[in-house]
C-alpha cells in the first residue's frame, strides 16, 4: 500500500492558486526530491500534508484522508522537518530530540524507557550522542540541522517530510544529510525532501518531482525529470549537465534567453 | 461632587492651623461680598447684614455638604474661578487658606481685598472665626449675637460628663478624624474619647480596618451617606470584618454637612453623637 | 539526568519559600499579633477580634497573594511559550489594563451590587479581547516587535477608557481609584472577594497547567508543533481562555498588578533547564512568592501610606524590562 497518496490537491493562499490539482503517490522505500523554482509551491504542498495550510482534494496517509485522522496519530505516522530552524528555548540536545516523542506522551508523562530507546537511536545515527547535554544555543550550524533531523528521526514514522534540509550546510554536511536520507528510504521509510540541490538531488533521491506555478510538470527517476530543456523553461538557466562516474553532475552556466 | 469637597474638606481642617488675630480694623464696611469657601460661606451666610453678601461657593447650596443649603439658595453661585469673581466687581472676597490660591493671589494683583480664614479644627477655632466675621463684615453685634447663641448650643448639647466610652470614626477608604481634627473636638465635647487620637492619629488619617477592629470602639461613626454611585472607597463598609463590628457597636450616623465646617450646627453633631454614645452598652 | 534533579531542587526551594511568605503575609500586619497567637486565631473557631482579623482580613489577602502571584507567573510562562516572544506578559500585552476596565465597567456602573459574577465575567470580557485582538494583530508568525507594539496600543486605550469610566461616574471618590486599577493593591480585600475570583482562577490554572507539553514542542515553531501532533487551533483557545479567565479575575479583585509574569519566567527558565513544561509550576510558585512578597513589604514600608503592589514589582520589573530589551535587541531588529 502507498503511505501517502495526494488527489487532486488544491491551495488557495488568500487568493492566489498555490497548488493547482496535484496527484502523486509515496510507496515505502522511495525518497522523494521535491523541486522547483522559487515560489513554486513546495513549501506550501509539505505544510499541506502535515496539517499546517488547508487544502481541497484529498491527502491519504496510509489510505486514510488525512484531516480524518487526529493531531498525535497523524504525527505517529508522518513526521516534519520545516525549514524554520529558530529554536526559541535553549534546551538542552537530548531534551530537544526527546520532543520528537511527544505525540507518545500524556499531559504529563515524561520519556518511558522505549522513548529514550528511540532518542539514543536518532542521536546515535544522527551522531550527536557525544554532545547530548550541550544546550543548543552552542551548537554549530551544522550540528544544529543533525539534531533537528534526529528530533524528527526519534518520531519513528513511516514517513518523513523535510523542507530543505540541506539548506545552508557545507558540502560535507549536506552530503552527510543525505546519505542519511537515503538510508532511512532503503530501511522502507517513505522520505520526501524539497530542495535547490539538484546535483545532489539527482545522485541520492529516488524520485524527483519538479514543481513549477502549483504544478507537476515532470515525475520520474532524475535523469528524467532533470533535463536541459526543462531547466531552461522552468529554471530558466542554461545548464551542464553529464553524468561522471555514475553520478549526475549539473552546473547552470547562464541565464536562459527570455522566450519571444 | 458632594464627597469630593467633603473630602477636601477634611483634608483642611485635618492640615488646619490657627488663623492670626489681626483684623484690618480701619477699612471701611464692606456692600458687596464675595465668600468662595464653604466654611466662610456658611459664616456669612448667618453673620451679614441683609444686602451685604453677594455670592457664596455652590458647595453652600449642596444640602450633602452644607447645613445651611436652604438660606444660600437665593444668592449668586460662584465656583472659585478669578474671573468669575472679578465680574461680580466685590469689594471683599472671603476665602479658605486652603482653597485657591492662585485665585486669590490673582485677586489681590487685581486689587480686591480678600480676607483669608484658616479652617476650624476645635470649637474654640468656631468662636475665634465667628467673631473675626464680624469685624470683617463690620457686624460685630451680630456676631456676638450669633457667639452668644453658639455657646448656648454647645453648652446644651455637650455630655455633662466623659462617659468613658471610646468612638471611632470611620469614612470612606479607611480614613478617620484623629487629634486635631474639629471631629476630634466633637467627638471628646459629647463626653468620648476618640479612639484614632489615642492611637496616636492625627489629622486625618488612614486607619487600617484590623486596627479599628482591635480597638473595639464603643461607638463607629460614618457620615451614612449613601453614595450617588458605587466605588471602592466604600467597599470597608461591606467587608465581613467591618460589618461584624457594626452589628457589635453603637453606631452614629453624622452627617458630613455637620461635621465639614463649624458653626453653630456643630452642636447638633455634639448631640447626635451624645445620643449614640448612650445608647452603646458599656 | 542533572536537570531533573536540578528542576526538583527548584520546585522545593520555591514551595518552601512560597509557604514562609503564606505565613509572613498572615502575621504581619499593623494590629501587633504575636505569631503563635495570630496562627492560633486562625483556626479558633471563637469569635473573638483576633480571630476576626486572622479570618477576615489576613487569611483573604494572603490567599488572594497566593492565587493572584501564581496566576500571574502562570500566565507569564505560558504567554512567552504560546507566542514564542520572551518579552510577553499579561501586562506588557495589554490583559491587565483591559482586565481592569472590564471589572472598572461593572462596578462602577452599580451592576455588581445586583450580580455580584458580573465582576469577575466582565473582567474575563475585557482580557478576552485583548488577548485576541493582540494574537490578531500580531499574526500567527507575530514578531517581538509587533506583539509588544500591539500590547501598548491596547493597554493606552485600555487604560483610557477606564479613566474615562471612573471620570463619568457620580462617585467623586471613583477617579481617585484609577490608581488601584493600574497598579493593584490587596489592602483590606474580604474572603468575598476570594471567593469570587477563586472559582474562575481555577479553571484558567486548569487550562493553563495542562499546556506544558504542546509548549515544549513550540520550543521548535508552529509547523514543527503541528507535525508533532500539537493541535494548534485548541492549544490556542485553551491558553487564551486560560489566562483570560485567571488574569481577569485576579485583576477584578486586585487591580492591575505589572511585570511579575515577565520577570518571574525570566529568572527561573535557567534554573529549570528552560524547558516550558518544567517552567509552568516554577513560574505559578515563583509569582506567588513575588506578590506575597511585595504585599508583605507594602505593609512594611509604608504602613499608613497604602503603596500600591505595582509600585513595587514596577520598581524591580521596568530596569528588567529595559535589560531584556537590551539582550533582545538582535532579535527585535
Known sequence: MNLLALDNVHIKLGSRDVIKD????VAPGEFVGLIGPNGAGKSTLLRAITGGVPYSGFIKIKGSECQNIAAPARAMELAFLPQERDIVWNISV?????????????????????????????????????????????????????????????QETPLLLADEPTAGLDPAHNLALMQILAGLAEEGKGVIASTHDLGFAATYCTRLILLDQGRIVADGKPQEVLTKERMRTVYGVEAYLATVEGRTVLQPTSLAAKPG | MRAAAWLSAIMMVALGVSAPGTYAQDKPQARRVVSMNLCTDQLALLIAAPGQLHSVSWLAADPQSSALADEARGFALNHGLAEEIFLMQPDLVIAGTYTARST???????????????????????????????????QQQRADALGAAFDSAIANSK?????????????????????????????????????????????????????????????VINDREQPASPALAHENFTHPAYRHLAANSANAAIPAKYTICGGPFTADAIRLLRDAAEKAPL | MRPHIRYRLTLSALGILTLVLFLLSLTVGPAALTFRASIAALFSDKADVIALIMQEVRLPRALLGLTIGATLGLSGAVLQGLLRNPL????????????????????????????????????????????????????????????????????????????LALNLSPNPFASLEIMFWMLGSLTDRSMLHFWLAAPFILVGWLMLGTLGKALNALTLGNDAAASLGIDMRRIQMQA?????????????????????????????????????????????????????????????????????????????GAPFFLWLVHAERRRLA
Open chain 1, 22 to 25: 496535484i496527484s502523486f503517490t
Open chain 2, 104 to 138: 486669590v493671589e490673582l485677586l489681590r494683583k487685581l486689587g480686591i481685598r480678600v480676607e483669608e480664614f484658616a479652617p476650624d479644627s476645635s470649637l474654640e477655632d468656631i468662636r475665634q472665626n465667628i467673631a473675626r466675621m464680624g469685624e470683617i463684615l463690620g
Open chain 3, 240 to 316: 487564551v481562555l486560560g489566562t483570560a479567565a485567571s488574569v481577569g479575575a485576579a485583576t477584578a479583585v486586585a487591580g492591575a498588578i505589572g511585570f511579575v509574569g515577565l520577570v518571574i519566567p525570566h529568572l527561573l527558565r535557567p534554573l529549570v533547564g528552560n524547558l516550558p513544561s518544567r517552567l509552568l509550576p516554577a513560574s505559578a510558585l515563583g509569582g506567588a512568592c513575588m506578590v506575597l512578597a511585595a504585599d508583605i513589604l507594602v505593609r512594611i514600608i509604608a504602613p499608613e501610606r497604602d503603596l500600591k503592589l505595582g509600585v513595587l514589582t514596577a520598581i524591580v
Open chain 2, 159 to 219: 455630655a455633662t460628663k466623659l462617659s468613658g466610652k471610646q468612638a471611632a470614626t470611620y469614612y470612606p477608604n479607611s480614613y478617620t478624624s484623629g487629634a486635631g481634627t474639629l471631629v476630634d473636638s466633637i467627638i471628646s465635647a459629647s463626653g468620648l474619647e476618640n479612639t484614632a487620637a489615642k492611637l496616636g492619629f492625627s489629622g486625618t488619617a488612614k486607619l487600617p480596618l484590623e486596627v479599628l477592629l482591635l480597638s473595639a470602639p464603643d461607638v
Open chain 3, 88 to 163: 510577553a506578559e499579561p501586562g506588557l500585552i495589554g490583559i491587565s489594563a483591559s482586565a481592569s476596565l472590564g471589572a472598572v465597567i461593572a462596578i462602577y456602573t452599580g451592576i455588581t451590587l445586583v450580580f455580584p459574577l458580573a465582576l469577575p465575567l466582565s473582567a474575563f470580557a475585557g482580557a478576552l479581547v485583548a488577548v485576541l485582538l493582540v494574537q490578531a494583530l500580531a499574526g500567527a508568525r507575530g514578531s517581538i516587535l509587533t506583539i509588544i507594539l500591539a500590547g501598548v496600543a491596547v493597554s493606552s486605550f485600555a487604560g483610557a477608557m477606564t479613566s
Open chain 1, 94 to 154: 537530548e531534551e530537544l530530540v526527546g520532543l520528537g516523542r511527544s505525540p507518545y506522551l500524556t499531559p504529563f508523562g515524561s520519556l518511558r524507557s522505549n522513548d529514550l530507546h528511540a532518542v539514543d537511536a536518532a542521536m546515535k545515527r544522527m551522531d550527536i550522542a557525544a554532545f547530548r547535554t550541550r544546550p543548543v544555543s552552542e551548537l554549530s550550524g551544522g550540528e544544529k540541522a543533525r539534531v533537528l533531523v534526529a528530533r524528527a528521526l526519534a
